[in-house]
Structure formats: C-alpha cells, structure tokens
DNA sequence: CAGTTCACGATTGTTAACAATCTATGTCAA
DNA sequence: TTGACATAGATTGTTAACAATCGTGAACTG
C-alpha cells in the first residue's frame, strides 16, 4: 500500500518468520490470503513474490475502477441520508494535514485510502471489499510505472470530488471522479519499469 | 453454487479429509480460501460453516450488483467490438438446452454463471472476480430466502438481455438487466429461513 | 427437579521433523 | 572458454504428532 516493497521482490518464508517473529504456519496462511487477492503470486516450490502488474492488467484495474467508481459516487451524492459522509470529511482532514506535514509514506497510503474509503462510506460490504482490492492493486502500479512526483494524487482533487457529494450533485461529482482517475493514469508511463529490489528491508527498516 | 450444501452446515476438517482424499494441509487451505471470499466462515477453534447471510447482507449483495451490472452490461453494448460475445451466445444455447431436459440443478448453476459470464466478456480480470463473488453469494442468498419454485432466473430474459447487447442498445440492455435483477430480489421471501443441514451428504451423493 | 460444576471426548490450532523440489556452485569435457 | 552435468545447499511442501480449546454429558448439590 505504501510502496516500500518493490513488485517481484522475493519473500521467503524464513525471513518473514523472523521479521515478524512467527512460525511458518502464520507466515504461509498469510501468503496465501494475499496471493488470492492478487497482491503477491505463489510460485510452485519457487517462493512468493510481490506482483508485478504489466501493462494490460494496469488498463483492467483502471477499466474496472472506471465502471464501478463513477455510479458509486454518483449514489453517494444523490443518497446522502444513509451514507457515512463524517468518514469522508475526517479523512480529508487527514489528508491535508500529512500534505503540510509533507510526510510522504502518508501522503501515499491516505491518497488511496480515499477511494477505498468511498466505498466505505455506502456502507456496503461488498462494494468496500472490492474498492480496497482494486486501490491496493493501483498501489502496485503506481508504484511500478509512476513517476515519482506524482505518486500522490494531485492535491485537491479529492477535497472536490467531497465537496461535489456534500452539495448533492451527482453529474458533477461523477465528472470530477473520473478526470481524478484519468490524471492519475495518464501521470503513468507504461514503458518504464523500476528494477525488484531483493529484500526487505523496507519492512525491516520500519519497526 | 448448486445450492446443495444448506447454509450453517458444519465443514469438519476430518469428514472433508475422507470425502476427498486429501491430507488436512490441503482442507485447511481450501477453508482459507473460501472463508476469504466470504463463501463460509470460520470460527476460532469451532470450525468452519457454510455462510448464512442475513436480510442486511443480502440487500448489500444486490445493491452492489445494481451498483456493478447496468455500467457493466452498458458497456457490453456500446462496444461490441473487443468483448467475447460468442462466450454469451453459447452460454444461452446451454441454458436452452438445460431447460429443456428439465435439468433442475445444470439450470440453476447456469442461470448464476450468465451473469458471470457477461462479465467474462470484458476480458477483464477484476470484473470477472468481482462478479463471479456477488453470483456466488447471491447462489446462496437465493437458496435460503428463495422460493422454490423461482430458484432460477425467468425464462427467457438473459437471452431478451443478450439480444439488447447484440443490437447495440445500451439504454435497453441496463434496463433490462435492472427489471431482471428486480425480478430475482423480488421473488425472495425476506423472512422465512431454510433450516441448515448437518452433514455432508449432497456432496457424497454425488460422487 | 433444576441448576451448576467437573471431566471427558472431539475438534481445531500449532509445532517440528521429514520429503521433495529447485538453485547455485564447481567440475569435467569438448 | 563454454557448455553440460552432477552434487550440495537452501527453500518449499507435506505429514504426523502434540497442545489447546470447546462442547457435551454425567455427577453432584441446593
């Protein structure tokens, strides 16, 4: 999610159980929940590696965000009765505040925790498991084709898209979601590759 | 998916190892994988049990596929050109057939996997999981609210929907899709529940 | 007779040793 | 020098024994 780990690193199972000081059986359960979600693949007597998204699952992931975002939104605007709006608020707060901070892990994982926060906001299980499942494989893309400077979303783009809800305008709200993803495809050049980094110290490094 | 296993029955690791004839490593993983995608639930140091959806559930399973599907099937008619329309087309041919021979349970798996299949069409991968998820849980939200006589989709309207998409008419196809969908979340009785099962006996049947 | 407690059996969770597979290194030959 | 082959090490996959937890039923008490 923040982008500490490069895609086609190795993670062995002995060192995460040391990492993360537990037996093998933790670290293989784990594994496999994140291979199922498409995050990491398990290759047979070879090892996990973190997911190396190419070009044609990057478009899927934006197709697919681009089908169900824009009428989520929509319903969020036009249905403000029973949706958790003080999710959404609080969390623009959050947002500008690791902006002044220019704390940049933060800035990451808050500028994808938007989206997926969108979808909480519906209160609907279902939506919310697969916004998070989508924003987190835009994680790994970003983080493999973006240029470094706009691995952020651009600044208040999502304040607007809130703003657009709050005052009850679908079209409006709708329009603004899509540009906001279209920004961040189009800040993405799907040539360059960064190169896998080989451990994890990423991880090591945070605790 | 065939709605042959009731929901709440209990899934012991032992009598899954038997029936199978598989060590309880590989049990054990397939639990996993089914509790992550919500199909059972596994309770600490109980076991695991088939999911039994309650009435809030089941209204989020369908409003997120009235969220997902009408974009979804929009876009299957708009552009006719990169989707796999032949995979839908053949698709009818067998629910035809199945109706036919009266195959009660070929017509039920059928009918859910329609819907997966118009996903299927868009080639792409996310849209494929995420449906392929809502259908299998609306399998099992119709085998416990359903009645049994409309366990199945209405004759003939996923051939009426196909139809709408092979014409290029996207304003049709949505609202067919949304009065099908309707149709099936209607025919469910909110209310009354099917008494789980305990045992294993419809997979053993089969066999 | 009802309610509580204890103990047993059954089931799940964990650990550790073992087996199988792959990678890498080093040797030999062309 | 390069290629293939074989062997050793490391890593993953599996199995089986062990520990912990939970439900049940019997025994006991009020």
Redesign the pocket.
Known sequence: MEQRLAPNT?????RLCETFG?????V??ALLLLSSQGIIK???????YVACPDKSEANDVFAARMLIEPPLVRQLAQNSGDIDLKLLIDHIALEDAARQKKERTEIIRLSGEFHTKLAQATRNKFIFRMMRELVTRTSLIVGLFGSSENASCPDDEHSNILKAIQSHNPALAEQLLMSHLDHIQSGLDMEARQEPQDDLAAILGSD
Chains 1, 2 share one sequence.
């Open positions: 190795k993670l062995s199972e002995a537990v037996g093998r059986m933790r293989r359960r398990l290759q047979s007597n070879r090892g996990a």
